[in-house]
């Protein structure tokens, strides 16, 4: 798959809004508002690994060699999701441990089956800002596509910093939804022009190159890098991209409560809006990635 790295320094403050995320999180229109009484949860594994696993681990692949942490070194996976990067680490990094929390049983479970017997995994239901380790317990501690999520991103990055070693590496990527390189962008841009705000993360202001940037060095860790990771995944057909998407946990519960007419009409407009014809169809997305070392 095609990959470019983009390099930045830029800094900015990041908003101090203070949004929900766990299992299941608020979300918040393009707009700003909130909808009442909607939450995205992660609750299928199997849904999830479908459609979010598979592209975070496209990125991932780039991410580890970036980061530049060596073999042999003890891993926390914070907000392991599926076991998608998890595993990568495994695979990659021969680590001497992984410890991979989540706040979703669901997720856990499906994760756990992901890798055989043996594996040096511990799997461990927490919440991103309480970690339940102890302090300096890694020498590396990574974020997959789970900072904007984090209802107080400082302190996730907090959490982090103290439960790695001086010297140890603090470091994450998630999806530049602001910027145009969320994998769904495409339908989220037909759902607006319908009148249907797709529903963001209450921290996407968290996830720039600039707000990513400024927690970081807020954290007091030195080194800050950043890089921008577009990558490119490859469908058998329209309806195999379309069909992964509508399982997904952001977009399920909208499409579900779409009249028909209007959830044909949307993916219509997607279809011509990616000019998919028969055949396979390749979308494009890109992540923003940040990491720094503890003193």
């Known amino acids: 798959m095609p990959v470019e790295l983009h390099y930045s320094h830029m800094v900015l403050i990041p908003s101090d809004d203070a ?25 299928n594994g199997a849904s999830y690994e479908l459609m979010m696993g598979r592209w975070s681990l496209l990125v991932g692949e780039r991410f580890i060699d970036w980061i530049e942490v060596p073999n042999g070194v003890r891993w926390l996976d914070v907000g392991c999701g599926s076991g998608a990067f998890t595993e990568l680490v495994v695979e990659r990094r021969m680590p001497a441990g992984v410890q991979a929390f989540d706040p979703s049983a669901e997720q856990l479970a499906y994760a756990r089956n992901r ?42 990055v907090a959490e982090m910093c103290r439960a790695v070693r001086s010297g140890g590496v603090v470091a994450a990527y998630h999806w530049d939804v602001l910027g145009g390189g969320f994998p769904l962008a495409d339908i989220g841009a037909e759902m607006l022009e319908l009148g249907v705000p797709p529903r963001l993360p209450r921290s996407v202001a968290a996830s720039t190159i600039e707000a990513s940037t400024s927690l970081w060095q807020e954290a007091g860790l030195h080194q800050v890098r950043t890089c921008q990771i577009t990558v490119q995944r490859r469908f058998d057909s329209f309806d195999d991209y379309w069909n992964s998407a509508a399982a997904s946990n952001a977009l399920r519960p909208m ?19 990616l000019r998919a014809i028969d055949g396979p169809l390749a979308v494009s997305a890109r992540a923003n990635a940040v990491s720094g070392i503890k003193p």
């Open 19 to 43: 949004p929900q995320t766990a299992a299941a999180y608020h979300c918040q229109t393009l707009s700003g508002n909130a909808m009442a009484d909607e939450t995205i949860r992660f609750d």
């Open 255 to 273: 499409f579900e409560g779409m009249h028909a007419d209007l959830r044909e009409l949307l993916k219509a407009n997607v279809r011509r809006r």
């Open 115 to 156: 890798l055989p017997a043996g594996a040096p995994v511990t799997w461990t239901e927490g919440d991103a800002m309480r970690l339940p380790v102890a302090d300096a317990a890694g020498d590396a501690a990574v974020m997959a596509l789970v900072l904007f999520f984090v209802p107080e991103p400082a302190v996730g």
